[in-house]
C-alpha cells in the first residue's frame, strides 16, 4: 500500500515563508511526477507546481518567483518552499505522485492535505 505523507503547513504572516514536505511510502516501485495542487473555501482543487523525476518543473503562474518545487528521488520527497506568502495562498495543500505499485500499476496519489493559513 502507498501512501504520501505532508508536513509543512501552518499559519504565517504575509510575506513570510513556509516549506511543505511530501513523503512517499509503502509499496513504491517508481515514482513519476510528483507535484502539489491547493484547494480554497469553495473553489476547485488547482494545481500549484509539479516535477518531474528528471526535475523538470511546471508552476502555476500565481505562484512562479515566489515557489519553488524540489525533490529528493533517494527519499521519495517532494518539497515546496513558499516565499512572499499572500493572503490569497490560504488553502489546503495537498501533496500528488504518480507511482508504480507492487501491483505493477501505474496511477495517481494523493497526501490528505495540510493547511497552509496567511494573515493579512
Known amino acids: 500500500q502507498v501512501q504520501l505523507v505532508e508536513s509543512g503547513g501552518g499559519l504565517v504572516q504575509a510575506g513570510g515563508s513556509l516549506r511543505l514536505s511530501c513523503a512517499a511510502s509503502?509499496?513504491?516501485?517508481?515514482?513519476?511526477?510528483m507535484g502539489w495542487y491547493s484547494q480554497a473555501p469553495g473553489k476547485q482543487r488547482e494545481l500549484v507546481a509539479t516535477?518531474?523525476?528528471?526535475?523538470?518543473?511546471n508552476y502555476a503562474a500565481s505562484v512562479k518567483g515566489r515557489f519553488t518545487i524540489s525533490r529528493d528521488n533517494a527519499k521519495n520527497t517532494v518539497y515546496l518552499q513558499m516565499n512572499s506568502l499572500k493572503p490569497e495562498d490560504t488553502a489546503v495543500y495537498y501533496c500528488?505522485?504518480?507511482?508504480?505499485?507492487?501491483?505493477?500499476?501505474?496511477?495517481?496519489?494523493w497526501g490528505q492535505g495540510t493547511q497552509v493559513t496567511v494573515s493579512a
Open positions: 500528488y505522485a504518480f507511482i508504480m505499485s507492487g501491483l505493477l500499476r501505474w496511477r495517481d496519489y
Open positions: 509503502g509499496s513504491t516501485l517508481s515514482i513519476s511526477d
Open positions: 516535477i518531474s523525476r528528471g526535475g523538470t518543473t
